[in-house]
């Protein structure tokens, strides 16, 4: 079992900087690849990002080149640097992992975070 806590969203103005880290339990985080999907109101959750084990990364179009997914496999931590924020990239952010290596789907990944509010206004 992998349990998952997310931290670090809030409100920030449009053009602005978050960093959400993810939190996870369990002595095998390094062998689960880490992602990131995000769930505006009324819209289907989306994929954001994934890490693999090795630190291979892949991107959603709609963040690549702003947003940067990491890990730290020491800390049992993902990170995810979000930059030029838009009033669009405002959703629940949920940390989630998976035995599969980079998955893009929800289906494929086995555990959930609760999720953490970003919402880009001024």
């Known amino acids: 079992q992998v349990q998952l806590v997310e931290s670090g969203g809030g409100l920030v103005q449009p053009g602005g900087s978050l960093r959400l880290s993810c939190a996870a339990s369990g002595r095998t985080f390094s062998s689960y690849a880490m992602g990131w999907f995000r769930q505006a109101s009324g819209k289907e959750r989306e994929f954001v990002a994934t890490?693999?084990?090795?630190?291979?990364?892949d991107y959603a179009d709609s963040v690549k080149g702003r947003f940067t997914i990491s890990r730290d496999n020491a800390k049992n931590t993902v990170y995810l640097q979000m930059n030029s924020l838009k009033p669009e990239d405002t959703a629940v952010y949920y940390c989630v992992a998976s035995i599969k290596y980079m998955p893009t789907m929800y289906q494929e990944y086995n555990f959930w975070g609760q999720g953490t509010q970003v919402t880009v206004s001024s």
């Open positions: 890490i693999s084990w090795s630190a291979n990364t």
